[in-house]
């Protein structure tokens, strides 16, 4: 199969997946009832007969005295044109695009940082346990990745706390930076940060490196927190991997050539000992997607989960409807990317 039919191929798996997704939204929203669905568009700051008024033009505007169907591809084409309707929690309260706008960049950073830990921390121990196979490090290795691999996320989080935050005393708690950092900055206005919105990139492009150097502080125990929790599965992964191709012909006919071990093991094992842990990435997405919204509330982090935490506290289906189409989208979407990533890597990935 060439390439560009892949592609096709997975787009047209991935459209669907999209509208499925888009259903089960819809239907969870329509479960109570149409005022229920016309609360998440109707601007929270509305009373006494404006309020109402704005229902009576939402239920014309959706076609909610319509049967079912034409109500979703109503609903549908307002999401289409950026209309996401409200949010009314105690951490912010407006358009439904604002709050992702301020909220998904610091999502989107813990995410990036917890991946970058994941890596570096999940693919050396994966490789030398498979290498040092029975003798006590692999040990070691194997029982701390089962350990974590069992323990629940929020309890990881809680255990980082009490080591590096209450005993050691060496990073922050909770939270972004430090509030008094921030008085009468010119650029902080209002609980928010410009240009991006995250205090950390923010510092440096003002050039306040003691702000900057906190926020740092701040991130390290929640990215921390998602790597340990998702690296635990690339490690089982990379090793069973690894323990397979180094019994391969060419490992052993590398060897018989005398190459340095360190050779052997990086040029020529781990790389095809990795394709299962690129097939296996997707899940490690989702590992990280359902990791922030868990480790966003417990860290006191503003991000896209935390708010999604406070939506479902405060009954806000804005917030909620909003964060579950986002946390779809985004894994769906990685999914497909990944997907085309492997074609080009290994074309009898397009055999599949």
């Known amino acids: 199969m060439k390439l560009w039919q892949y592609i096709v191929k997975r787009l047209l798996y991935y459209i669907p997946t999209l509208i499925g997704l888009t259903v089960i939204v ?9 005022y229920k669905l016309v609360a998440v568009y109707i601007n929270p700051r509305l009373t006494g007969a404006a309020r109402q008024q704005q229902i009576q033009m939402l239920i014309q505007k959706f076609h909610l005295n319509q049967p079912v169907y034409v109500q979703y591809f109503y609903w549908l084409a307002s999401i289409f044109q950026g209309n996401l309707g409200y949010t009314n929690t105690p951490i912010f309260s407006g358009p439904v695009t604002q709050a992702i706008a301020l909220f998904f960049p610091n999502t989107a950073l813990l995410a990036v940082l917890g991946g970058i830990l994941t890596w570096l921390l999940g693919i050396p121990l994966g ?65 928010i940060s410009y240009p991006t919105h995250v205090l950390l990139i923010d510092a440096l492009i003002h050039g306040n490196w003691n702000i900057a150097l906190d926020a740092l502080e701040h991130i390290i125990l929640p990215s921390l927190t998602i790597a340990l929790a998702v690296m635990a599965g690339i490690i089982n992964i990379l090793r069973a991997s690894m323990l397979e191709v180094l019994e391969q012909d060419y490992v052993r006919f590398a060897r018989s050539k005398g190459l340095p071990e360190r050779i052997v093991i990086n040029k020529h094992a781990r790389p095809t000992a990795m394709f299962p842990v690129y097939t296996n990435f997707a899940y490690t997405v989702a590992g990280l997607l359902g990791g922030v919204v868990i480790v966003e509330t417990v860290f006191n982090y503003p991000g896209i989960g935390y708010w999604l935490t406070q939506s479902m506290l405060n009954n806000d289906m804005g917030g909620i409807m909003a964060g579950t189409l986002l946390f779809g989208i985004v894994f769906v979407t990685t999914s497909l990317v990944l997907d085309i990533v492997f074609a080009l890597k290994d074309p009898r990935v397009r055999l599949g």
Not at 26 to 34: D, K, R
Not at 140 to 168: D, E, K, N
Request: glycine fraction near 8%.
């Open 127 to 191: 490789t030398w346990s498979a290498v040092r196979r029975d003798k006590p490090d692999d040990v070691a290795i194997r029982v701390f990745s089962y350990t974590l691999y069992g323990m629940p996320l929020y309890l990881i989080a809680v255990l980082l706390i009490i080591i590096f935050a209450v005993w050691l005393k060496v990073l922050p708690l909770a939270g972004t930076v430090n509030p008094s950092l921030l008085i009468g900055l010119p650029w902080y206005k209002n609980g």
């Open 26 to 34: 819809f239907a969870l929203m329509h479960v109570g009832g149409v």
